[in-house]
């Protein structure tokens, strides 16, 4: 996360909030979408690795395309 910039919220749901960030090296607009503390619940981890594995292969206009994805501190 030290490479973006945040610039303010999008939108909060139930599995965690969507950020509107800048890339500091490229100064792209990009979302970064933080999913809530997934350890004590696994139902919510099981959602947010599905919903990177779909946004992976799925390649179309009105779907958002996924940069990359990463984890911090080993969760």
Excluded: W
């Excluded at 965690?16 to 792209?28: D, F, H």
């Excluded at 990009?30 to 696994?42: G, L, P, R, T, Y």
């Amino acid at each position: 996360m030290k490479k973006f910039e945040t610039l303010g919220v999008i939108g909060i749901g139930a599995y965690g909030i969507v950020l509107k960030a800048q890339n500091r090296e490229t100064n792209e607009i990009v979302a970064i979408k933080k999913f809530k503390e997934s350890d004590s619940d696994q139902t919510i981890r099981k959602i947010s690795l599905r919903e990177a594995k779909i946004l992976k292969i799925v390649d179309h206009p009105n779907i958002v395309h996924l940069k990359e994805s990463f984890r911090r501190k080993e969760k």
